[in-house]
């Protein structure tokens, strides 16, 4: 009996049918046979465990929501006490919650950006993003990357993958175009006719592995959209609030984006909190008509309290050190593991404690996924580039929690080659 005070199961399997039955077969059924089984049970800093007892550290943090780990002490203190005098709130008025979150974002942001308009998650900002660029331009066409990922909503769904949008009807090659990443050609080609509202691109593509941009291509597509009228969306869902060393990973390039986008890990992991920054030419929706974005739960008050003290943390010193520690630590280790399989682990992408690690299998990062869960690590797979497995270090993990990591990689990556090498050549490929 697994007892949580408010409801009770009696086992995994009884949590493992209702979920297939009631809420996702398909998602439930394809980690089973993945062979990760996983239901989390208790979690706590950067550990997760599953209902079974297996203990796992938690590299996934789904997506950076987790960044200060699970249920990190000074959240959970700081929503606590906020309970005592906010709760949702009324989206319909100023709050002193929202205008103190909105204040400190704009304090931490390039100096262009001057307003905030809030969501509940990371798609509903995209399409707050969105819809704010073609207000300011007066254009509807939307230029996003090959392989791209920015949510799951309306909009946003249609700047992603074709696989996510065409399940939908959302797929509209008439408004929504893509182009290769790091292909500066292409991109001039799609917004030379002028006609084109925004450029949105993460700054380092999560979904697709972490490709990292070659040098001076983020510089140069801000440039393109300039010459052409065009807005630049930063997408930092998954690569801002420090993960690369600096708040926001667009600024290690000198750029002002026109809009930047933050959630998944504002929220600390404890209330759902999205947020859309934006520069004063393209803010003017928001004294024309105001209503003209409702979101009921957007800058929820008691996600304000969590984001604020998530914003504090990641901006003290001493984070920014210990991202740097961690980095240099984990990278170091990883290179070490890659000289013992060179020609298994084959690339390493690497930006602060963002990280990519790429097989040399066309799904060789399902393998090392399911080892490393075996060996007490929990990773995931790039959804739209298989071979590579994502690996996000979270911003305050200790030395010695470090070297544990490393060393549980090691023996996931070397089980996973030697299953993979005991596998006839042509079912590898």
């Excluded at 690369?244 to 929220?267: C, F, N, Q, R, Y």
Aim: aromatic share 8%.
């Amino acid at each position: 009996m697994h007892d949580y005070e408010v409801f009770s199961v009696e086992s995994k399997a009884e949590v493992l049918e209702k979920s297939r039955e009631f809420w996702n077969p398909g998602k439930t059924d394809f980690w089973s046979e993945s062979g990760v089984d996983l239901v989390i049970d208790r979690r706590e800093g950067y550990f997760i465990w599953d209902m079974s007892g297996l203990r796992l550290i938690d590299v996934h943090l789904n997506g950076g929501t987790f960044n200060l780990g699970h249920r990190n002490a000074e959240l959970v203190e700081a929503i606590t006490t906020g309970m005592r005098s906010f709760d949702i709130g009324n989206h319909h008025f100023p709050s002193s919650a929202r205008a103190a979150l909105a204040e400190a974002l704009i304090r931490t942001a390039p100096p262009n950006l001057t307003k905030v308009v809030y969501g509940s998650g990371g798609g509903e900002a995209i399409d707050i993003a969105l819809k704010t660029a073609r207000h300011a331009t007066q254009r509807r066409k939307i230029v996003s990357i090959i392989k791209a990922y920015h949510g799951h909503t309306g909009l946003a769904v249609a700047t992603g993958d074709d696989r996510f949008s065409r399940i939908f009807l959302s797929d509209q090659p008439d408004e929504f175009s893509q182009v290769p990443f790091n292909d500066l050609a292409a991109m001039d080609a799609a917004l030379a006719g002028g006609d084109v509202a925004a450029v949105i691109m993460e700054t380092i593509p999560a979904t697709y592995g972490f490709p990292l941009p070659d040098p001076g291509y983020l510089e140069a597509v801000k440039a393109l959209c300039e010459r052409y009228g065009t807005l630049y969306i930063a997408d930092e869902v998954q690569t801002g609030l420090m993960r690369t060393g600096e708040m926001w990973a667009v600024t290690k390039h000198g750029i002002e984006p026109d809009i930047l986008v933050t959630g998944k890990g504002l929220s600390g992991g404890m209330y759902p909190i999205a947020a859309v920054l934006v520069s004063e030419k393209s803010a003017g929706w928001l004294t024309e008509d105001g209503f003209a974005h409702i979101s009921s739960f957007g800058g929820a008050e008691l996600g304000c309290v969590a984001a604020l003290k998530t914003l504090e943390i990641c901006g003290r010193p001493e984070t920014r050190s210990m991202v740097h520690y961690i980095a240099d630590l984990i990278g170091a280790g990883l290179r070490q593991i890659q000289a013992s399989y060179p020609d298994w682990l084959i690339g390493i992408r690497q930006n602060g404690v963002v990280m990519g690690l790429e097989f040399d299998h066309p799904e060789g990062a399902k393998y090392v996924m399911r080892h490393l869960y075996r060996a007490g690590v929990w990773a995931i797979f790039s959804t739209l580039d298989p071979r590579v497995l994502q690996y996000k270090p979270g911003l305050l993990m200790t030395p010695e929690l470090c070297e544990e990591l490393l060393d549980r990689t090691e023996a996931g990556i070397a089980r996973a080659h030697a299953e993979v090498s005991r596998r006839p050549a042509r079912s590898r490929r």
